[in-house]
């Protein structure tokens, strides 16, 4: 059940950093990154000088070939090859300014080239925080019934060893000192369960960001699992430890001084 729980624990939190981390990154390029698409009649190479006249005010910028959008369309197309000649040539640009971007967007458009405006993201940006209050609320939820099951947990335990703890009161000990024998019960059994939640997790928020990055389809592509995101986890996964410890404890001595 730990192990499950601390599973659950990590990647809805690991999720809700993920989002944030892409929503943060959407908003800071809100306005400052466009496509640049070669519709018919226009001239790539046009396009190839004009981002080069500007490269002083570009931070980045990346051509997007037949090669790259054909396979971009293999996931959502049954074959990409029947509309090949209908697939335009891309270039990805991103600029230190909102005014550079829209200066580059308007020699585009007068060379008869589409350009795309990253600022309409609204939709990205309603799904990132539906994601994270979801996450949001799972996290709430796991930490819950963590609670909950360790306290039912620790019950079942005193309980199955009833008979153990009247002879220990019998010879003199205290209700701490059992309290602290049954923590020590529980924390071997936690330990190794939160490991193995904690374990397992960060392999799959690993997956996860991998193919978020691979995909390269909007609020997805800003997707990123830090090292300090990383830490969190560990962080919280101590604090759980330590939680599983203090509920054991003040349940026990709850229950034996009933």
């Not at 659950?8 to 809100?30: H, K, Q, R, V």
């Not at 390269?216 to 592509?221: E, K, P």
């Not at 509920?247 to 001595?253: A, L, V």
Request: proline content about 2%.
């Amino acid at each position: 059940m730990i192990a499950f729980l601390t599973f659950f624990a990590t990647t809805s939190l690991g999720l809700l950093m993920s989002i944030n981390s892409a929503l943060s990154n959407l908003s800071d390029e809100l306005g400052r990154t466009g496509i640049v698409q070669a519709v018919p009649g226009s001239n790539p190479d046009v396009a190839r000088k004009i981002i080069s006249d500007n490269r002083a005010m570009i931070i980045k910028n990346r051509e997007i070939n037949m090669t790259e959008s054909k396979a971009l369309l293999s996931r959502w197309l049954p074959s990409a090859d029947a509309i090949e000649k209908y697939i335009p040539l891309m270039f990805e640009i991103e600029t230190k300014t909102t005014d550079g971007l829209s200066n580059i967007a308007a020699a585009m458009q007068a060379q008869n080239f589409r350009f795309i405006h990253s600022a309409n993201a609204g939709p990205e940006r309603r799904t990132g925080i539906f994601i994270m209050l979801v996450s949001g609320l799972i996290f709430a939820v796991v930490i819950l019934s963590m609670i909950f099951g360790i306290i039912h947990a620790t019950k079942n335990i005193i309980m199955l060893h009833r008979r153990e703890i009247e002879i220990l009161s019998n010879v003199g000990a205290t209700p701490r000192f059992i309290a602290w024998q049954i923590e020590m019960r529980m924390a071997r059994i936690g330990i190794g369960a939160i490991i193995l939640g904690q374990t397992s997790a960060s392999a799959i928020l690993l997956g996860i960001n991998y193919i978020s990055r691979v995909s390269r389809v909007g609020l997805l592509a800003n997707m990123n699992m830090t090292i300090g995101h990383y830490c969190v986890t560990i962080i919280m996964v101590v604090i759980i430890m330590a939680l599983v410890a203090y509920i054991t404890g003040r349940t026990t001595f709850k229950v034996l001084n009933e």
